[in-house]
Nanobody, 130 residues
Framework: QVQLLESGGGLVQAGGSLRLACAAS????????MGWFRQAPGKEREFVAA????????YYADSAKGRFTVSRDNAKFTVYLQMNNLKPEDTAVYYC???????????????????????WGQGTQVTVSS
């Protein structure tokens, strides 16, 4: 019922910035939390950032705090991840994700956990050179 499409990835040198976008289909976007995860080759998928349905609460992995900012524009059905001061260790495929319809988050823990999300985009590659 929900389709997600990431964009904005690419090649950037260390210290540079990228802005990822995730376009969502469906009218339920405005009432859905959204998360960002990433996965590097040979490593497990890890949480990066998330945003509540009303954007009043945002959540970040320790590695992202102070450098990344998650935001959303419900009128455009899009969530963004602004990434500044990128480091080589940020190199990964970045995925956006959404919970199922009617699956409201009741705890902050839900935002951090991959199993909370059932809809995933195809991913966009971010490569940071040093």
């Amino acid at each position: 019922q929900v389709q997600l499409l990431e964009s904005g990835g690419g090649l950037v040198q260390a210290g540079g910035s990228l802005r990822l976008a995730c376009a969502a289909s469906g009218r339920t976007f405005s009432s859905s939390a959204m998360g960002w995860f990433r996965q590097a080759p040979g490593k497990e998928r890890e949480f990066v950032a998330a945003i509540a349905w009303n954007a009043r609460n945002t959540y970040y992995a320790d590695s992202a705090k102070g450098r990344f900012t998650v935001s959303r524009d419900n009128a455009k059905f899009t969530v963004y991840l602004q990434m500044n001061n990128l480091k080589p260790e940020d190199t990964a495929v970045y995925y956006c994700a959404a919970p199922g319809p009617g699956r409201g988050f009741i705890s902050s823990r839900d935002y951090y956990t991959a199993r909370s999300y059932i809809f995933w985009g195809q991913g966009t590659q971010v490569t940071v050179s040093s």
